[in-house]
């Protein structure tokens, strides 16, 4: 779990991440009623790690995982997934880098209602036309712990049990990189937990890179690293150690 | 709440255009017919009033009774010796002999064939010129016929045809082709359209050859001495004139002739009504669909009012009051658009040789208040289920998150339902089975076919399931996930895709009801040929409704190589049974029709038909026993001049089809000179034993290309394609206002998916979100409108069915035999397909904007 290299991550230079981005910015509006949510941010992602994008709301956290997963276009600057330049992309490309490098986790859970559980789970390989490899996909409902509750609807499906399928959905191209937006918002305080420590251990056992956006320092505690923006700019790029250091972390800014 | 109602149709524009589309296109055909009815009515009075307008009175064969549009035209005619008595009566200043005949001659172009459009509906008149005041005419260029090889021509008709003063001009009348210079161009009164009619003048002694009327007059028009008024001298003339002749007022008769003329075409107002109130129910269903999920959508909104204070009878003012604004918006432009379609059905009958006379198109206070009330009343009507589900909405609603679910169809509603669709077939069976006449029938079927409707509607939910699967699976298979997730979008609410397919299912239905009919006909007509024709050639009209002159038949008689010519002709005539009836009396060549027709004898045989005496007759087995008339019986017919003709009721024959016997026949001869047939329906030509087909056949052709044109010799074959023809153009005059209520119900379909788009944005901004590409997300739309639209297509093809071939049973006395074309109904299942897929175009193309964005944002 200690790489003292991702310590180091940000000297390393852009470069040296599965995921990284150079000098991005993102400017909403014009003239006067212009407003910057990020301003000139560059980072790397090493591969492997579970890094935490922290920061009050308005902070540009949201803004930067949408440039970096190609949701959004930046006004300036770039950002790279696994060598491809993401903000050079169409929307095939973009579409493209979907199926093959990214996962999405969200708030929501954003399940297919009219699909089964193991349905959703396999919906990306079937979206791009892959085959579905059957020992995986058990393994990570094994792993999700929904092995009994594979042919249950959505509804079927407590909020906790949804965002668990919403993880091996997440999981099941073995992407570059997945994206969680505030993965526990919707979730009682059990669930949540269970949740994160799905992330943990997708990146402990299957050497997963996450990045997880939220305002939650209990989520942020899970993290490797955790980077505090404020006011569209990187304000803090750390490692931490539990809730307490998070906290801490955030007050000091 | 009513600024509420106003915002929420600003606010959702595009719903509204949709919604208002669909009532909008049902309320135009209503005000369009209104306005098409107006403008022909105008146009007719406008005609007849010109045409009279120099004639005090007028005196005509007398009528004993109407003949109506059904029937043949009545032959009789005036003796010439009356003009001199008219003219000896005190106070007639002048009075003229002349000759206005419809049915007798055919104007030919340059190539010999009938002028106008082809089918030619439009009537060719044959009329005399008359003397001041009382012709309609004013001569434009040259002067009136003054010779027998003379011809005046109407302006219009002059003017459509390119012809001018001095030029050779070629009519067939009833003795065959006689070429005429065209002596001058008369426009008839100011210059009115004569909606397609052509009037050919003669001098008197031309026209009464060309029509056959040598000595013989159709009408006497009388001019008033000063000081006496029409009136006056109508009655004066009634004193002293035969039972035979009548004397009215000339203002009296074209009121007469216009009422008469604008009855017969009081079944386009019928029929075209008919097709609107399959729209305007269409709409409904749409109406009634798109309220009914936008009510779901705005439960939250509904909860929040409710939680502010607003009552329920407030809720359901929004609602109404925004079906009401819809409703009189879309009705006002739908008034506007009936302009349109009059010039649909203007464009469809000059397309099938029938051009609808109009002097501008005439809307009154009816093309304005019936669409308007129509209209309003369809919305208002169809919003009142959702309005009433809206005020059911509860404050606590305000607080969840999702929209309402679905809910299951319950007990109540199934067996609603199996109520309606019970009361539908009792209806249409009372209407196919239990009535006389089709006037009867017809709000029985409508009614029957309403109740049927909205059952297997509010049923079809449960057949969405299956047929889903049944259309889905293929899909599913070629496409993988797309396709499946289609199909489960479709199940998503199935109540939804119910109705928007059965919106759909209605057209269908009534499409392929009309196909199998069609074809039942057309199957009728041809096996009823196989089993009674026995000759070689049928000679007829080349419109195949025309009249044809009886020298036709004389004249092929004598061509080399023929066996048999046996004409066939009919009048109308009242039989005096239980109840008085009006009925076709047919006439039959008693010597030579055995040679050409084989004749299914129930009493009797061939030799009763050759034996059959000038007062006997020979009845229809069908037609008699309806009419409890047996052999042997003596009945009395009077024919339309009033003379009585008993007749004994000799032999019975099964012809269910009424190839030869509609009712009863009597001898040609008796026809023809007591209830003045003047022309006959159709000749039965059989070759001489041993005479080469061909050549016959060829010696035929040039014998009626040369001496009658219009008139055409074809073999059985050809015979039944042209009557097939014939079906054929009404069913695309069909189609053609079926696919407006199709479209209605396309809309119907977008709608429902713009609307389940916006609920479902959020999922699909996921579905790009894991990888799915624009393309993947618009094929989803498309299969989903595709499989909805399958649906409604599916189910409409089996209740079509089912109705078409209750209906054929139902006429089964009638000789109709069913008739299935596949073929056809493959072909609209297909269309059905290409429409779902085209409906779904739009719709998936704003289901592929929508970003992934949405996905993480959307509330």
Redesign the interface.
């Known amino acids: 779990m200690t790489d003292d290299g991702a310590a180091t991550a940000v000297e390393a230079g852009a470069a040296a991440g599965i995921v990284s981005c150079r000098e991005l910015s993102r400017r909403f509006g014009e003239g006067d009623a212009a407003v910057d949510a990020l301003r000139g941010v560059t980072l790397a992602f090493p591969k492997g790690q579970l890094t935490a994008i922290v920061g009050p709301s308005g902070s540009g956290k949201s803004t930067l995982m949408h440039l970096l997963a190609g949701l959004d276009r930046p006004t300036g600057g770039q950002a790279w997934i696994d060598g491809v330049e993401v903000t050079a992309l169409d929307d095939k490309g973009l579409t493209a880098l979907r199926r093959e490098k990214l996962g999405f986790i969200f708030q929501f859970f954003n399940l297919v209602p009219v699909l089964d559980a193991a349905e959703n789970v396999e919906l990306p390989l079937k979206i791009a036309g892959r085959d579905v490899d059957p020992a995986w996909r058990d393994r990570l409902l094994a792993t999700v712990g929904l092995t009994n509750r594979t042919t249950h609807r959505p509804a079927e499906l407590s909020g906790g049990e949804q965002q668990r399928v919403s993880v091996a959905r997440a999981l099941i191209t073995r992407p570059a990189v997945v994206f969680a937006d505030e993965p526990t918002g919707n979730l009682d305080s059990k669930s949540g937990t269970g949740i994160l420590e799905l992330l943990r251990t997708s990146v402990d056992e299957f050497g997963q890179t996450v990045v997880i956006v939220t305002h939650d320092p209990k989520v942020a505690a899970v993290a490797d690293r955790v980077i505090v923006l404020a006011d569209g700019r990187v304000a803090a790029d750390r490692r931490v150690s539990g809730e307490d250091d998070v906290i801490a972390l955030m007050r000091d800014l | 709440m009513a600024a509420l109602a106003l915002r929420e149709l600003a606010s959702r524009k595009l719903r509204a255009a949709l919604t208002a589309l669909a009532i909008m296109l049902g309320v135009a055909m209503v005000a369009g017919t209104f306005m098409l009815k107006a403008s022909v009515d105008k146009a007719f009075d406008d005609i007849f009033a010109e045409a009279s307008a120099g004639i005090d009175v007028t005196v005509k064969p007398a009528s004993a009774f109407d003949a109506g549009i059904d029937l043949p035209e009545s032959g009789a005619t005036l003796p010439q010796s009356l003009v001199g008595k008219i003219a000896g009566v005190d106070g007639v200043a002048k009075a003229a002999g002349a000759i206005g005949d419809s049915t007798s001659i055919a104007i030919l172009d340059s190539n010999g064939d009938r002028i106008g459009p082809p089918g030619g509906g439009s009537p060719q008149i044959a009329a005399s010129v008359e003397p001041e005041p009382f012709s309609p005419f004013t001569w434009v260029e040259g002067s009136a016929p003054s010779s027998p090889s003379e011809v005046g021509i109407d302006s219009i008709t002059a003017g459509e045809e390119g012809w001018h003063v001095g030029q050779e001009v070629t009519i067939s009348g009833v003795r065959g082709v006689k070429h005429y210079t065209l002596s001058g161009i008369g426009r008839f009164g100011s210059g009115v359209p004569l909606g397609g009619a052509s009037f050919a003048l003669f001098t008197l002694p031309e026209a009464q050859a060309i029509t056959g009327k040598v000595g013989e007059l159709d009408n006497i028009d009388v001019e008033a001495a000063d000081g006496v008024t029409p009136d006056e001298l109508a009655a004066r003339l009634n004193r002293v004139l035969p039972k035979d002749a009548e004397a009215k007022t000339g203002a009296e008769d074209a009121a007469q002739q216009s009422v008469d003329i604008k009855e017969g075409f009081g079944f386009l107002t019928t029929f075209l009504l008919v097709f609107a109130g399959i729209s305007v129910f269409v709409g409904a269903f749409l109406i009634f669909n798109t309220f009914s999920i936008t009510v779901a959508q705005r439960t939250r909104e509904f909860g929040m009012l409710r939680t502010l204070g607003v009552s329920s009878r407030q809720v359901l003012a929004t609602v109404i009051v925004e079906a009401l604004i819809l409703g009189i918006i879309a009705s006002l432009l739908g008034i506007v658009a009936g302009l349109g379609f009059v010039e649909l059905v203007t464009g469809a009958f000059k397309a099938m040789g029938f051009e609808l006379p109009q002097s501008g198109i005439v809307i009154d206070g009816g093309a304005i208040v019936v669409p308007l009330i129509v209209g309003v009343v369809a919305t208002l009507g169809s919003a009142v289920v959702p309005a009433i589900r809206a005020t059911r909405v509860t404050p606590l609603e305000a607080l969840r998150d999702e929209g309402r679910t679905a809910e299951a169809p319950t007990r109540r509603r199934v067996w609603t339902a199996r109520v309606l669709i019970a009361a539908g077939i009792a209806a249409l069976a009372a209407g196919l089975f239990a009535t006389a006449s089709f006037g009867s029938a017809l709000p029985l079927l409508g009614l029957g076919l309403i109740f049927l409707f909205i059952g297997i509607a509010m049923l079809a939910g449960t057949l969405v399931r299956p047929l889903a699967s049944l259309v889905g699976r293929p899909i599913e298979r070629v496409r ?2 797309t396709g ?2 289609a199909r ?2 479709t ?2 609410n199935a109540s939804r895709t119910a109705t928007t397919s059965a919106a759909l299912m209605i057209g269908v239905a009534l499409v392929v009801f009309a196909a199998v009919f069609a074809a039942s006909a057309t199957k009728s007509v041809g096996d009823a040929l196989d089993e009674t024709f026995a000759g070689d050639l049928i000679i007829a009209s080349t419109d195949g409704s025309s009249p044809i002159s009886p020298d036709v038949a004389r004249q092929v008689a004598g061509v080399d190589g023929i066996g048999a010519v046996s004409p066939l002709t009919g009048a109308p005539a009242e039989v005096e049974l239980a109840t008085t009836k009006l009925e076709l009396v047919d006439g039959l060549d008693t010597a030579t029709l055995t040679k050409v027709a084989k004749i299914d004898w129930v009493e009797g045989d061939d030799a009763t038909l050759t034996g059959l005496g000038s007062d006997q007759a020979i009845v229809e087995s069908q037609w008699a026993d309806d009419n409890d008339v047996a052999v042997g019986d003596r009945i009395t017919l009077k024919t339309v001049t009033g003379e009585e003709v008993p007749v004994t009721v000799e032999g019975s024959i099964r012809d269910r089809v009424q190839l030869l016997v509609s009712s009863l026949a009597l001898p040609i001869e008796t026809v023809r000179q007591r209830f003045d047939a003047r022309q006959d329906f159709a000749a039965l030509v059989g070759f001489a034993p041993g005479a080469d087909p061909a050549a016959v056949r060829g010696r035929v052709d040039r014998l009626l290309a040369r001496r009658f044109p219009q008139v055409e010799a074809r073999d059985q074959q050809q015979f039944e394609q042209q009557q097939e023809d014939l079906i054929n153009q009404l069913l695309a005059l069909i189609y053609v206002l079926l696919a407006l209520s199709v479209l209605v119900s396309l809309f119907g379909v977008v709608n429902t998916l713009v609307l389940s788009i916006y609920e479902r944005t ?2 699909i ?10 393309s ?1 997300i618009r094929r989803m739309i498309r299969y989903e409108s595709l499989i909805t639209a399958m649906i409604g297509a599916l189910i409409g093809a089996v209740v079509g069915l089912a109705i078409a071939i209750a209906a054929v049973e139902a006429l089964e006395d009638e000789g109709l035999v069913l008739g299935v074309p596949i073929l056809g109904i493959i072909v609209v299942l297909i269309a059905a397909a290409i429409a779902g897929v085209i409906a779904g175009a739009w719709p998936a193309r704003r289901a592929a904007k929508i ?3 949405e ?2 944002q959307y509330e």
């Open positions: 993988g996930v499946r997730l489960e979008n199940l998503r959020r999922e901004g996921m579905l790009r979100a894991i990888g799915a590409s624009k993947q970003e992934v964005m996905a993480l």
